[in-house]
């Protein structure tokens, strides 16, 4: 069981669009669930994420672009939570063990660097138990606002944002 004291719920993207990505918030269609919060001891964004059949890669484990694509949205989300609006530019992620279907894991993440407009952010994805199953780290390309008005202008902002 992933323990989330001292964790507080966030949607770190200010636009509705967000919440029906592919990572989305109800595996309804058998996919992904994902969850994000801010760990309030070292303002990280974290995510809890369940893999369901849809998710399948070999049999009985989750393909490797299911987990390729929470983690790049979890890095993403990081950037954004920061105050730092993002498209990724390169993802690097080392796979380490294979991820049985329906386990349920936690995305650990953190910002480690800017050079110019791109921002650096790495993270892990471990099972329940601990067990490190891929590992990533991404450069992302800061928006400026008329870039973020050309991507998601039509977009709905959320209230709460």
């Given at each position: 069981?992933i323990d989330k004291m001292g964790w507080e719920p966030v949607q770190p993207f200010p636009f509705s669009a967000a919440r029906e990505a592919f990572a989305g918030l109800t595996s309804e269609d058998g996919r992904v669930v994902m969850h994000y919060f801010l760990r309030k001891?070292?303002?990280?964004?974290?995510?809890?994420?369940?893999?369901?059949?849809?998710?399948?890669?070999?049999?009985?484990?989750?393909?490797?672009?299911?987990?390729?694509?929470?983690?790049?949205?979890?890095?993403?989300?990081?950037?954004?939570?920061?105050?730092?609006?993002?498209?990724?530019?390169?993802?690097?992620?080392?796979?380490?063990?294979?991820?049985?279907?329906?386990?349920?894991?936690?995305?650990?993440?953190?910002?480690?660097?800017?050079?110019?407009?791109?921002?650096?952010?790495?993270?892990?994805?471990?099972?329940?138990?601990?067990?490190?199953?891929?590992?990533?780290?991404?450069?992302?390309?800061?928006?400026?606002?008329?870039?973020?008005?050309?991507?998601?202008?039509?977009?709905?902002?959320?209230?709460?944002?």
């Open positions: 069981m001891a070292d303002q990280s964004l974290v995510a809890t994420v369940g893999f369901g059949p849809r998710s399948e890669g070999a049999p009985g484990t989750v393909h490797g672009g299911s987990i390729l694509t929470v983690l790049d949205e979890a890095l993403g989300a990081a950037s954004w939570l920061a105050g730092r609006p993002v498209l990724t530019v390169r993802l690097n992620t080392q796979f380490r063990k294979s991820l049985p279907i329906g386990a349920n894991c936690l995305i650990e993440t953190r910002l480690t660097g800017e050079r110019h407009r791109l921002v650096f952010v790495e993270g892990t994805l471990r099972g329940a138990d601990g067990v490190l199953y891929a590992e990533a780290q991404g450069q992302f390309m800061r928006l400026d606002p008329a870039t973020q008005r050309r991507f998601f202008g039509r977009a709905t902002i959320l209230k709460d944002s």
